[in-house]
Structure formats: structure tokens, C-alpha cells
């Protein structure tokens, strides 16, 4: 694992996946990124690319041919290598073989950057197209945060603040885990969301276009635990695996699953991004820990 760290945090990279694997706040001694319990949840903080969610029927349409690919696409499970350190950052880079052309027919590059300001860690996400036409993909994050952090509580003790008040409806999943044409009123004029026990029974939250650009962990004292900057992203999903696991997931995408009326065609594909030859794409979410309780 690769790792850097300040007088405040210390975080940890592994370079399969390019995944974040540890935030750990060194004033009150405490783990924030969830651990990976297999129990639960095996990962820690996966990237998604180059798609979000499921495909109808685990496949897609590029120019007439038919390419099939798992849920939140594989660049998760491949090695990154490590191209630049400092005191404060981290980059890792990923360029596509050629047997990644046999699953997704765009040559790019991927590079993931960490880097630790005070309290704060920026996560910036570089997708470069190096092939001869224009690529479609989707990106996103899937950081998951223990929750309870103090073990004597529940995650239900906790809850999720956003800076803003909104009226938003989460985009429903169905038995396929493809989006359906249901929706469902998550917050109605309000900022907060409790993380009550049957949050998650119909799978993740899934929220568009939010005025917020930020939420805020927050326990049953009113402690602020750690606030994640989400700015710029189209898509927000929330999730954690069943009413006992003991963390949750700050989802910020561009893009989505497929709908479960999706054409197949990648060019149709809603929420789809597009990288003309040369060109880079870039984002960049932010968890920021509050000071000690």
C-alpha cells in the first residue's frame, strides 16, 4: 500500500483499482474509510469506469457489435502503477491492453490523484482518450465510510446533512438492478436524512441533479464527522449493503445503470459521457474531516 500523510491525516492507496484504502484521522486516532469486511462489503473505496451499475443483460452496442461487461465496469480489478509522490500527492496511472479492447473497443488512459491539504483529501479523476475516434464512458466513485464510528452507537444514530434543503426523489432500481420508471420522495423540503435501519431495503438511493454540493456524517450529539464536496457531478447515490452493515457509501457519478428500456446502443445510453480523440475528461470529489468531537 502506498501512503502519505500530514500532521492531521494519514491515507493509504492500493494499487490494484487505484482504490483508496485508508483515512485515518490521527487526532482522534480513528479509521473513517470503511475496512473491507467481507461480511458486508469487500472493497473500500472502488472506482467505477467505464460504466455505473448494470448493462441490460450485461451487454452493449458499439458499431454494430455486441460487447458484454459486469456491473461498474473493470477498471477496479486492474494494477495501477504509481507515477509521481510527493510529500502530499499521489498519482497512479492505467492505460487499456489489448485485452480490454475485447470488452470496451475505446484505447484510453486513466489516471487517479490523491493529495492531503489540513484536513482535507482531494480525489481528482483523469480519463484521456488515445484512440483515433470519439469514446463513450461513465465515471464514478464508490467511497465507503464506517458508520457507527463510535462502536457503542448504531448506523441509525447518525445522519447525512446536505447544504442545501431539497425536494429530491431517488431513481428506483428493480429486480434486475436496472432503473425502472418508478421514483420515490427521499427528501421532502429538507437537509437532512436520517440513516434509519430500512434505508437501503430497495437497494441504493439514487439522486439527480441536487443543489447541494455537499454532505455533511453527522452523529446523534450533532458532531460533525467528515463533510464530502461532490461539485460538478451530475448523479449522487448513497448505499450500504442491508440494515445491520456497519457503514455507508457516498456514491458521486457521471453517469448511471441502464434504464431497463435501454436500447443497448452506447451513444443511447442516458447520462452516457463523450471524449473526443486526444481530449481529457477530469472530476474531483473532496472529504474533508472535521476537527475532534
Known amino acids: 500500500m502506498n501512503r502519505i500523510e500530514n500532521e492531521y491525516l494519514s491515507i493509504g492507496i492500493n494499487q490494484k483499482g487505484a482504490e483508496l484504502a485508508s483515512v485515518y484521522d490521527k487526532n482522534r486516532s ?26 441490460k443483460s450485461g451487454q452493449y452496442e458499439y458499431n454494430g457489435q455486441i460487447f458484454h461487461l459486469g456491473q461498474h465496469g473493470f477498471v477496479r480489478n ?26 470496451y473497443p475505446f484505447s484510453f488512459e486513466s489516471i487517479i ?11 481528482t479523476y483523469q480519463i484521456i482518450n488515445r484512440d483515433n ?24 444514530n447518525y445522519k447525512l446533512v446536505f447544504n442545501k434543503s431539497e425536494n429530491a426523489h431517488t431513481l428506483e432500481l428493480d429486480e434486475n ?3 425502472s420508471e418508478s421514483t420515490r420522495i427521499i427528501l421532502d423540503g429538507t437537509d437532512t436524512l436520517g440513516l434509519a435501519d430500512n ?9 439527480q441533479n441536487l443543489k447541494s454540493t455537499q454532505v455533511t456524517l453527522v452523529d446523534d450529539l450533532e458532531n460533525k464527522i ?21 457503514f455507508v457509501c ?34 474531483t470529489h473532496k472529504i474533508s474531516v472535521h476537527k475532534d468531537l
Open 133 to 156: 475516434k470519439k469514446m463513450y464512458f461513465s465515471i464514478g466513485a464508490h467511497p465507503g465510510f464506517t458508520c457507527p464510528i463510535d462502536q457503542s452507537k448504531k448506523r441509525s
Open 199 to 207: 434505508l437501503f431495503d430497495r437497494d441504493a438511493l439514487i439522486f
Open 250 to 283: 457516498i456514491e458521486p457519478w457521471y453517469g448511471l445503470a441502464d434504464y431497463h428500456n435501454a436500447t443497448g446502443r452506447v451513444e443511447e445510453k442516458i447520462g452516457i459521457e463523450q471524449l473526443a480523440s486526444g481530449e481529457i475528461f477530469s472530476c
Open 30 to 55: 480513528l479509521q473513517l474509510l470503511w475496512q473491507a469486511d467481507p461480511e458486508y462489503w469487500g472493497r473500500h473505496s472502488c472506482i467505477l469506469f467505464p460504466f455505473i451499475g448494470k448493462l
Open 226 to 246: 467528515w463533510t464530502f464536496d461532490f461539485e460538478g457531478f451530475q448523479y449522487l447515490g448513497i448505499w450500504s449493503k442491508n440494515q445491520q452493515s456497519p
Open 78 to 103: 486492474r494494477e495501477y502503477q504509481l507515477i509521481s509522490q510527493s510529500r502530499n500527492k499521489l498519482s497512479f496511472s492505467y492505460h487499456s491492453t489489448l485485452e480490454d479492447l475485447k470488452i
Open 177 to 179: 438492478g436496472l432503473i
Open 113 to 123: 490523484s490523491y493529495e492531503i491539504v489540513n484536513r482535507s483529501v482531494s480525489v
